[in-house]
Structure formats: structure tokens, C-alpha cells
């Protein structure tokens, strides 16, 4: 199958500190991949390297065929493509729903309002939101706010999606609203990283999972095989303790 | 004391200070604006990463700030004839008032740009916005609602700055108190009056800056 | 000529550094007159007793709301009239204090605003008198978020020392004033002076910078 995203020889250091340690992964096109990982394992660090937030020091990241850290490489060409939810939902707070969502597809894509406001609407209606609109961020909730997050990424109509840990800064109750939209993102065969430590997520739509410590990917494996039998101690004692918790 | 407070003589002086108040007005409007234009700049020039333009405006902004005011304007004031220039008092006074302001003006602009959430930049960059558009959609409309009250704030402080102006002999609130304690040697009289209408603009504008404190209702989205 | 009243100027400048040791004593004496009073002042602003809470804030838009030279007339200018006669000098410490005082009020007591209520509760449920809850309690916390714009009215306060010149204390804009009549090169004498201050006011600049970032984290 094609690789949609690879990383070859990856290596990241803040200072000293060793935060992505040669990672080699391939992400085919339509794949769901999780990562977990203990905090500070480099999990948030690693996707943030997909479309450059952070730098790399020394390997190779190629997304669809560009290689993203190349000095020529046209990153709005590249962002376009990739939509990126960040764990604090990052609205703009000085803008209703519905502009927070045209902003990129008007002033980076070109596109004409009315069209912009047509695919606006459209991925709101795919998270469940056409009445919140007008609304601005701050008289959502976390999982509204959330879920206008993901409309956003989406109406760009990136090929890849990015998610970091986006359930972690969430109440519980609203945690199923956000999963339930991501899943149903997975049957339209979108390509999908997704930070996070939601087991039945996971279980239910990953095609692999991608386990990382210290900076390390230290297993990766089938979502069944990976929680219920992991082969490493590191991963073993990871899993009993997001269970307990 | 106060109980032969003369309010006659300053009805009969009412003239001299209403002239002497339409002139700090103006003065003011005209310095605030430009000192407005000023530190746009400076604050651009500051945040850039080109060092031509950096290093002048951090040059600019820490010698004005560390200096008094009265000392700028005798500096513009007793120095801009050595070099030749010649302009009347007002614009010798409006200058040094535009860039003293101008240079806390930079300041305060840039630290509504340092408020705003990184996140926000973070977000604008994922969906491949320039760093122009980044500034004019993102960053700028967030900072604007966090710099006005302490743009207004500035503003109360120009309005008494302005005052020393009278200093270099400017016809303005102040030296109307000035004038009128020369004539009449009734200094109570004079600056109780000359603080009376500056307590009144310093008044509406405090206000101002309240009200707009509390329109800063996208602060709360976080 | 430049280099005439150049070496004019130098001959000359131990008058400045006499200049600059006056600015140092008034702005010393008036920075520790200040935040004392300031302290009190801003303690009892944010207390129980209305009256004073009033007063004080009438106090304080009075100085907040006119200029600082207005304020030096009305003090050397008035007080005679009412009987009380003051030097230049006593005077200009005089206006400094009742300025310098109103301005750190403020600070204070938006500091001390800034403690959530349930401090004072919880200090006052272990048995803690008013001043111990305000001492133990609520100052520390408070003194957080007082430092670094209290820092920052410092160098506002030295570089106000400036205008107590117009009531003819010698201080260092003062002597360039008087200097300037007889070295007509006012670009000269006045960089000399706004040298003189830089030197004083930028260590207390940066030193606000650092605690504003300190605090801040």
C-alpha cells in the first residue's frame, strides 16, 4: 500500500534532551494509527513534526510524497493537506463558529465566501453543530468547542488528520460526543493519527498502535494484540495503569 | 483659607482658562494620534526580527523610557535651534509628546501581542495562513481588545504630561494658572481651577477605560 | 565651537554630578516616604471602614487626576498663603510623598484585591487576628503580583524628581536648565542630563523587566 506519511531516522533534541530518539514509522493512505505513550514520551512531539510545529534535527518526514523538512518545501501547500485538532481546541475566540472555520479556506485557499460558508456548514453538519454557528467559542462547551475544532481542520479537505490527545482536556461526559464524530471520520477513509489514551477508541477503529517511551517507538502492534497482550513490560505496566485510572 | 476662595476672579479669568483648556485638548488629540502612528511603527520595528529595525527601536523605546520627560522636551526645546530647526513652541512641545508616548504606545501594543495564547499562532500556522494573515485575523483583532485600556491609560498620562508644556511657555491649561498667579498672585484661585478641568478629563477618560474593560468580553472565550 | 563648549561642559561638570546627587536624595528620601505611605494608604483603602475608604479615594483621583506640576505649584505656591512656609527643598519632598503615595495606594491595593476571598476566610477560621491575616496571609500572596508594577512606579517616581526643578531645587534638570543659558548648545547639555538619568533609572528598568517575568510564570 501507499505511504501517506514516513519517518526515516528521526531524531529531535530540546537542549539535551533526547525527545525523539530514531523513529521509523510508515502511515499508509487511509490508516488509523494511535499513539500512546506515558507524558513527556515524545507522542505529542512526533505528530507535531507532520506538519512542521516543531523541527527536526536529523532524519527524513515525508508527507505524500514531500519531504517536510526540506528548506524549499511551500508549507502552506503542505498544511492545506493536513488538518491538525489540538488537545485545547484552539478557537478563535474574536470570531463566531462559522468564521473560525472559513478563515483558512478564504484567505489560504482562495475560496469565494459563499463556497467557504456552503463547506462550512456542511462539516458542521458532520459533527452535529448547524445551530451553533453564530455562536462564539466562548458560549460552547469543551466537546462543542471540540467538535467546531475538527469542522475547522476538515474544511480545508485535508487528506491527513492530526489529533492531539483531543479528548484529554475534555469533562467526561462530553468525551463520547468528540470520539463519536472521529469515528465516523474513520468510515469515510480518512488517514488519521491520533494522540491519545482512549482504549475503546482505539480497539474500536485503529489500525495499529504505535506505543512510545522516552522518545522511543517501544511497540507497535494490532489494537486487540497491543492492549490485551503487549510484549514489553514498559508497554504491560502503561496499560494497567491507564486501566486503574 | 479656603473660605475667601474668590470665585469672582475666576469668572473674570473664565476666558483666559477656557482657551488655555481648548489648547490642552488639542494638543493632546493631535499628540495621541501621532504618538499612535509612532509606536505602530516602533512596535512593528520591534517585534521584526531584522535586526536594522530592531535594535534602533529597542534603542528608542529604553532611552525614552528611561529618561524624564521634562528633559526631552528642554532637550527638543533648547537643542532643535542649535541644529538649526526653528518651530514654534506647540510643535516643539507636540513632538516631544509624540515620542515619549509614542515609545510606552510600543509597548503596550506589543504586550497585547505577547497575551495572546500561542496556541492561537499554532492554530493558524496548522491551517496554512501566512504571517501576515496570521497578525491581521488572528493575533492583531485579540490584542486590539487587550491594549485599549491601556492605550486610554496613556492617554490620561499625555493629558498631564502635557502640562509641563507650559514650562517652555506653550499657551496652554497650565500656563493659564501661570498667568493668572502672575497678574493677580492668586495662586489657590488659579490651580485649584487649572485642577479642577484636568480631574474633569482625566474623569471622562477613566471612564472610558472602565467601560472598555468591560467590553473585553473575548478574554473570557479562555 | 563644539569642541569649545565641550570642554566648557566638562570643565563644568562637577556641578552636574552636584545635580545628580540631589535627584539621588530626593528620589531615595521620596521612594521610602512613598511606599510607606503608599502601604498604608492602600491597606486601609482596602479595608472595613467606609469613611476612610472614601477618603482615600478621593485623595487619590485628586493626585491621579492632575499633573504632578500642578501639584508642586499648588503645594509651593499655597502653603504660604495658609501660613506654613517651606523651602524649595522640604517642599519638593513634600509634593513627591503626597504624589509618589497615591500611585502605590493603587498598587497595593489592587495587589491585596487580587487574594481570592477564601484566603482571608480560611486565615480568619484558624483563629488569626485582622493583622495577622493580612500580614501572614494576604501581603505575601499579594506581594506577587505588588513587585513588579510596584518597581516600575519606582523609575516613574525618579524621573518625576525632574519636575520639582521648576520650583528651583538643583537638582540635575535644574543645572542643565541653568547650564544651557551659558553653554547655548542645548543638544549638548541636555544628552549630558538624560545620560545622568538613564544611569540611574535603567538598572530599575531592567530589574522591573526581570520581575515581571519572573512573576509572571
Known sequence: MENMIEFKNVHKWYGKLHVLNDINLEISRGEVLVICGPSGSGKSTLIRCINRLEEIQKGEIVVNNTPVHDKTVNLTRLREDIGFVFQQFHLYPHMTVLQNITLAPVNVKKMSRKKAEAIAMEKLEQVGLTDKSGAYPGQLSGGQQQRVAIARGLAMSPEIMLFDEPTSALDPEMIGEVLDVMVNLVSEGMTMCVVTHEMGFAKKVADRVVFMDEGKIVETGKPDEFFDNPKTERAESFISMILTH | ?222 | MMAFYFSRLMEIFPFFLKGLWMTVQIAFISLFTCTVLGFFLGIFRSGQNRFLKWFIGVYVSFVRGTPFVVQVFIIFFILPEWGIQLEAFPAALLAMAIMGSAFICEIVAGGISSIPKGQWEAAASSGLTMTQQLRLVILPQAMKVILPPLVGQYVLLIKDTSVVSVIGVMELTRVGWVTVVRIPEGLMVFSLVGILYFVISYPLILLSNYLERRMAV
Open chain 2, 1 to 222: 483659607m479656603l473660605a475667601d476662595f474668590n470665585f469672582r476672579v475666576i469668572f473674570e479669568y473664565l476666558p483666559l482658562f477656557l482657551t488655555g483648556l481648548r489648547a490642552t485638548f488639542l494638543i493632546s488629540i493631535v499628540s495621541i494620534a501621532l504618538a499612535l502612528c509612532t509606536g505602530i511603527i516602533a512596535c512593528a520595528c520591534r517585534i521584526s526580527p531584522a535586526r536594522v529595525l530592531k535594535y534602533p527601536a529597542i534603542a528608542y523605546i529604553e532611552i525614552i523610557r528611561s529618561t524624564p520627560l521634562l528633559v526631552q522636551i528642554y532637550f527638543l526645546y533648547f537643542g532643535l535651534p542649535t541644529l538649526g530647526v526653528r518651530i514654534p513652541e506647540i510643535q516643539t512641545g507636540i513632538l516631544a509628546l509624540m515620542l515619549n508616548s509614542g515609545a510606552y504606545i510600543a509597548e503596550i501594543i506589543r504586550a497585547g501581542i505577547n497575551s495572546v495564547d500561542e496556541g492561537q499562532l499554532e492554530a493558524g500556522i496548522s491551517s496554512g495562513l501566512n504571517y501576515v494573515q496570521r497578525m491581521r485575523f488572528i493575533i492583531l483583532p485579540q490584542a486590539l481588545g487587550v491594549t485599549i485600556p491601556p492605550l486610554l491609560g496613556q492617554a490620561i498620562v499625555l493629558v498631564k504630561d502635557s502640562a509641563l508644556l507650559s514650562l517652555i511657555s506653550v499657551a496652554e491649561l497650565t500656563r493659564s494658572g501661570q498667568l493668572m498667579t502672575s497678574e493677580r498672585f492668586m495662586p489657590t484661585e488659579a490651580f485649584f481651577t487649572v485642577a479642577f478641568f484636568y480631574m474633569c478629563i482625566y474623569f471622562v477618560l477613566k471612564a472610558l477605560a472602565e467601560w472598555s474593560q468591560k467590553k473585553l468580553i473575548f478574554r473570557e472565550a479562555y
